[in-house]
């Protein structure tokens, strides 16, 4: 697949993610004293020298958790943990992100609470992927609240898989995560290295001209110049209507998500390029809503200079032929970018496979 860092949305192994607060949280750094101007600045500077662009309120505590995470992405496994075994350099220096007491919420599984069940979760996931390994592309941080966009390489089958992830973090005392949260599409493991097994990719035959089940045209260009920006603070500019981008998604209103981001290009799971046309974008979310009914919560906002994350966790009930399958533990984060990218980030895997089907794809994935 392809490894550049906006390719193909793929999937964050299970690196763990932690769940949180309902609240939405909203500063900027446009609001602190100075300005914006304070944020181009010389704070954090290893971490700025890691990653492709750092935004927002860059605190202690937030430079502190950027080191640990840059950290940990960059570390070699070498040979990999046993299970459950903490005491393994790169276990450890995964549980230093984290508080003792933090919660972790793993894509379609249950949170799980404090060191040990959060350090033998990492055991089996670098026994699966040693090679994993991670660099930090657009990170916001905005008070407590770090969004953390990385781009992630695992080695499976002799294959390199890379994909896009954000990790949410709410953070503690010293920089340490009490909340966390990961959001990726898990299915692009399989489509390579398991051909002819892993499930149908949900967003098959979504192009710019709708999807095989409507007469959609392409339109337009991608955004430039004012067009570009007025796409990207789509949601900046409307910071006080969470509750209505809330309920959109709740209702699967197409047209409504689809009112406030303008010209913007829709990149998200499933897709090679972004989708530039309206009728791409419709039939995109339309496909979401025929297969999966949302019951979200509004999570974390962090916003920065050009860059703006908001984030949306709870459940899917999803429609597999004459059964429907509830409470999924499910979230998208929506990005907001500054040259007009609308990025959705969300976990495929559960809404075309059960929990059975995904057991038995990760087991043979391991053999």
Not at 73 to 95: F, I, K, N, Q, S
Not at 188 to 207: N, S
Not at 219 to 247: I, K, M, N, S, V
Request: glycine share 12%; with cysteine; hydrophobic share 40%.
């Amino acid at each position: 697949m392809g490894k550049g860092r906006r390719g193909r949305a793929g999937i964050a192994m299970a690196t763990a993610i932690v769940a949180g607060a309902a609240a939405v949280t909203v500063t900027t750094a446009e609001a602190l004293p100075g300005g914006a101007a304070t944020a181009a600045r010389g704070d954090c500077p290893a971490a700025r020298e890691k990653v492709e662009r750092l935004e927002g309120r860059v605190t202690p505590n937030a430079c502190a958790f950027l080191e640990r995470q840059i950290t940990f992405g960059e570390m070699a496994t070498g040979t990999p943990p046993a299970p459950g075994d903490l005491t393994h350099p790169r276990v450890r220096a995964y549980l230093d992100i984290f508080d003792p007491e933090a919660t972790l919420w793993e894509a379609g599984s249950a949170a799980q609470r404090g060191h040990t069940p959060i350090g033998t979760s990492i055991t089996g996931s670098l026994g699966l992927v040693p090679s994993l390994t991670y660099r930090g592309t657009d990170v916001v941080a905005d008070g407590s609240t770090v969004m953390f966009g990385q781009w992630n390489e695992v080695t499976l089958k002799g294959r390199t898989v890379a994909y896009p992830q954000i990790a949410r973090n709410v953070l503690g005392d010293e920089g340490r995560t009490l909340q966390a949260r990961r959001y990726y599409d898990r299915a692009v493991l399989f489509r390579d290295t398991l051909p002819g097994e892993a499930p149908a990719p949900l967003f098959a035959g979504v192009t710019d001209a709708g999807s095989p089940r409507d007469a959609g045209r392409a339109e337009g260009a991608a955004p430039r110049g004012r067009d570009a920006l007025r796409a990207r603070d789509a949601f900046r500019a409307r910071a006080g209507e969470t509750r209505e981008r809330l309920a959109a998604w709740n209702a699967g209103d197409a047209d409504a998500l689809l009112a406030r981001v303008g010209g913007a290009r829709l990149g998200g799971p499933g897709l090679a390029a972004p989708l530039v046309s309206e009728a791409g974008k419709r039939a995109y979310l339309e496909r979401l809503f025929a297969t999966a009914d949302l019951d979200l919560r509004a999570g974390q906002v962090a916003v920065g200079e050009t860059t703006a994350y908001v984030e949306w966790h709870g459940t899917a009930s999803v429609r597999d032929g004459d059964r429907t399958r509830t409470g999924i533990p499910f979230g998208i984060v929506e990005r907001f970018g500054p040259g007009g990218e609308w990025e959705l980030y969300f976990d495929t895997l559960p809404l075309v496979a059960d929990d059975d089907e995904i057991r038995l794809l990760f087991r043979k994935l391991a053999s």
